[in-house]
């Protein structure tokens, strides 16, 4: 069974800094995808940036960019620039790309950015 | 505006009482997914439907029934039988088969049994 890890219960950092956030994951498959989902305070999912395993490019969307290293199932989110809006619950998810395609969610990661 | 919607926002259940909460969408999409929310853990599966008229449970299936009737609607039913239903229940949709397979989530529903 696949397995999502976020080590990380919570996180600061000031305004207009750099943070990372790590998940790790446990899978026997190939063809997956990653994501990172953000639960502000409204607690709307909101999707933040995806991977698919089978490209060797990390994602980048605007100021949000992932590590994605394959052989040792890593997946971190980096968040350039930080602002008061970035503060939020952060998930890590996994799917495999199949016929059930659901996800699977590690625990969160509680984002505070300081003014 | 295209998006999912789930109400009740916030509901509130007697014991020994079944309610339903809604999850509509209007994104033509073909698979929809019910989640738990608990605090301090990540989002648990809890029935899902690929198709119209078909669906199967999830991880943690007790005590919840559903139906898909409608392509856009995706009713979840908690009934009597689900020992702890008090959490945050979140509906999301994918658009099918041989697409980006993302989910997106509607907003919620906080369900609190008094």
């Known amino acids: 069974a696949q397995t999502v890890t976020q080590s990380q219960p919570e996180m600061s950092v000031q305004e207009a800094e750099t943070v990372t956030l790590s998940c790790t994951y446990d899978t026997s498959e190939s063809n997956y995808y990653l994501f990172w989902y953000k639960q502000p305070p409204s607690r709307q999912m909101i999707l933040v940036i995806r991977q698919e395993a089978y490209k060797q490019q990390n994602a980048t969307e605007n100021r949000f960019s992932v590590n994605f290293q394959k052989a040792a199932k890593s997946f971190s989110l980096k968040i350039s620039d930080s602002q008061l809006g970035d503060t939020a619950m952060y998930f890590c998810a996994f799917m495999n790309r199949g016929a059930t395609n659901k996800l699977i969610f590690g625990t969160g990661t509680l984002l505070a950015v300081q003014p | ?114």
């Open chain 2, 1 to 114: 505006d295209g998006g999912i919607t789930q109400s009740p926002k916030y509901l509130f259940r007697k014991e020994g009482q079944n309610v339903t909460l809604s999850c509509e969408q209007n994104l033509n999409h073909d698979a929809m997914y019910w989640y738990r929310q608990d605090p301090g853990q990540g989002l648990r599966l809890i029935y899902y439907s690929q198709i119209v008229n078909d669906f199967q449970k999830g991880d943690i299936a007790e005590g919840y029934s559903v139906s898909r009737e409608k392509k856009e609607s995706f009713p979840l039913t908690v009934t009597s039988a689900q020992k702890n239903p008090t959490a945050f229940y979140l509906c999301a949709s994918r658009l099918g088969p041989g697409t980006t397979d993302t989910q997106y989530f509607g907003p919620g529903t906080r369900l609190t049994v008094l």
